[in-house]
């Protein structure tokens, strides 16, 4: 982690594992500064880096997810009309309302984003915000570390801007398979301020999951639909979209050079110092840079450590108090037969092991916890019935959560517990 390294010698059963620590979780951007109020390059760059994620990948997938479940537009409109809600329904019809068909309307539609990300936003904003905007206590609204943004101007000579509609504009023709050049066109979008619109200022606040629809959008989703299919242009094609994928080593794809000019146009527009494209690599890519010296450093310590064998000081065992101890690369295994129920598995493991189970989890999914609506009643159920194996499948992984004898405690997971289908043969 450039000048920063890490040296751990593990020895089964009497050390602590890889898995015994967690990397500190990674400081994130408050989802207000990203989208209103940045204040450092960083900031635009992780912005730019949502927006390629946003337009290029997830939406693209949620687009295709929503047309392998209903696979025509004609089976949709009939639904809407019906009065039945489909999830996604309308960001899907707009997108296809609005797909672009040629390398022209794709430099098009990059254009219109130019406006929208550098000159709407800024213009709502100070709507919103105006300059001599004041809180509760007097003070002024635009004060460090919030810095005012100004609408940027679309010059047809600027490189960074036209860096922007090229590479925003190829990435739109890739993901909607149109072919490209490198011809830019010029537009102009105007910009109507909405009251409506609520700006976050809490840096608590996190990005919202869903963002409901109007009973307006949804009548403009059927109008649109209906003049798609209409037109032909809502066909078994124009169901597909191609996600990218991110990838900052290959300079030929686009993905940083949309990233750099975003984000230095959105730098631009806050007054902030922009970053050159090998800058915004590093950080859009969140590239730790290697350095001889700490390499150098840390293999010395790791031979060393195997010389002289010394590195013992994380042995750990959990000790019960009625006696039963067990290491964290211990694992327990209980042999079950076809009819084996849930309440069997359970009693195996209290007469094998000498605690008393609590909770049965597979993964992320609870097979078993008392407290639980229904769960009682799957004490009767087979483990193949629960667990559902395929035909090669030989045993389960599990988890399984005991009560200490220490009232007050909570309850604390054992070893992995291996479940075997059936006995298998000495």
Request: contains cysteine.
């Amino acid at each position: 982690m450039g000048t920063k390294g890490h040296t751990e010698v593990i020895v089964p059963h009497l050390t602590e594992s890889y898995n015994s620590h967690r990397d500190p979780p990674e400081e994130e951007i408050p989802f207000c500064t990203l989208k209103s109020f940045p204040a450092a390059i960083e900031h635009t760059i992780q912005w730019a880096r949502d927006k390629f994620e946003s337009s290029f990948s997830h939406k693209p997938s949620l687009f295709n997810k929503f047309w392998q479940t209903y696979p025509s537009a004609e089976e949709v409109l009939q639904r809407i009309k019906s009065g039945e809600s489909l999830e996604g329904c309308f960001h899907v019809i707009k997108t296809l309302s609005r797909r672009p068909r040629s390398w022209t309307q794709c430099v098009e539609l990059a254009r219109v984003k130019f406006e929208k990300y550098f000159s709407h936003k800024a213009l709502q904003l100070l709507h919103s915000f105006p300059l001599d905007t004041r809180l509760k206590d007097g003070s002024l609204f635009w004060q460090s570390p919030k810095r005012p943004p100004f609408p940027v101007k679309f010059e047809f000579n600027d490189p960074l801007h036209c860096g922007f509609i090229v590479s925003a504009a190829k990435l739109f023709a890739t993901v909607y398979c149109v072919p490209f050049t490198e011809k830019v066109i010029h537009i102009v979008t105007v910009f109507q301020p909405h009251n409506l619109d609520v700006v976050q200022t809490d840096e608590t606040a996190r990005k919202p999951d869903h963002i409901p629809v109007s009973s307006e959008d949804e009548r403009n989703a059927i109008f649109q639909l209906e003049k798609s299919i209409l037109s032909n242009e809502a066909l078994e094609n124009d169901l597909q979209m191609k996600p990218i994928s991110f990838e900052k080593d290959d300079d030929s794809n686009g993905h940083i050079d949309f990233i750099t000019a975003a984000s230095n146009l959105r730098a631009k527009m806050y007054n902030i110092e922009p970053a050159d494209r090998f800058k915004t690599k590093r950080i859009a890519g969140k590239i730790i840079p290697a350095i001889a010296t700490a390499t150098a450093a840390v293999s010395g310590l790791v031979r060393m450590f195997f010389k002289i064998n010394a590195f013992i000081s994380n042995l750990i065992f959990f000790f019960l108090i009625n006696g039963i101890s067990f290491t964290i690369w211990d694992r327990w295994t209980i042999y079950g037969k076809e009819d084996f129920t849930l309440l069997d598995f359970i009693n195996a493991v209290r007469e094998k092991y000498g605690i008393e189970p609590t909770m049965v989890v597979q993964g992320v999914k609870m097979l078993y916890v008392p407290v639980m609506p229904g769960h009682i009643k799957r004490l009767k159920l087979t483990m193949q019935k629960l667990v559902k194996p395929s035909a090669d499948k030989k045993y389960v992984d599990l988890t399984v959560s005991f009560a200490p004898e220490t009232d007050g405690e909570e309850d604390l997971p054992g070893p992995p517990v291996r479940y075997y289908f059936v006995q298998e043969d000495n």
